[in-house]
């Protein structure tokens, strides 16, 4: 196992400990990132939170203590329970459904609530797209997608 993959995993088990989980815990590596896959068993939903909230602050500390460990950046992506994959396969859907919306009614829809990793999701899902583009607007919690008519 690359070294950098077992510091990744040992600090993995060290955050779920502090918080009282025990998991099972798979670290992968590609490019600039880490995939951590945690099955954390009947504490899933804790881990995940509502609507995926507490999964996302433990990604982003987790992503903290990383940096900080390895001396530099790559993104952490926590996928707990496959909530993650989950969620991806409901916004591809939601995509879809919008586009189509957008082709028939020539107006753009806006997407507001997401996180930023979804409206990366999206972006990426509909970025090739010939009928479509999509933008993120707005500061903050305000940020909004939105998606409209290929000129």
């Known amino acids: 196992m ?7 995993k040992k600090e993995v088990e060290d955050l779920l400990e502090k918080v009282g989980v025990s998991a099972d815990i798979e670290v ?8 951590v896959l945690v099955d954390g068993h009947d504490d899933n939903a804790l881990l995940i939170g509502r609507h995926g909230d507490t999964l996302s602050s433990l990604q982003t500390i987790l992503g903290f203590i990383v940096a900080k460990k390895l001396g530099e950046y790559k ?3 926590l996928e707990v329970g496959g909530y993650r994959k989950d969620r991806e396969e409901y916004l591809k859907n939601l995509c879809e459904r919008l586009k189509e919306e957008v082709i028939e009614s020539g107006r753009e829809k806006i997407v507001n609530g997401l996180k930023p990793w979804e409206r990366r999701v999206i972006h990426m899902y509909l970025g090739e797209d010939k009928d479509v583009v999509t933008e993120s607007t ?3 919690r ?5 998606i409209k008519k290929r000129e």
Do not use: P, W, Y
């Open 138 to 140: 707005g500061e903050g």
């Open 75 to 77: 993104r952490v992506i």
């Open 28 to 35: 992968t590596e590609a490019d600039d990132e880490f995939n």
């Open 2 to 8: 690359d070294e950098n993959v077992k510091i990744v």
């Open 142 to 146: 305000d940020r909004v997608l939105v």
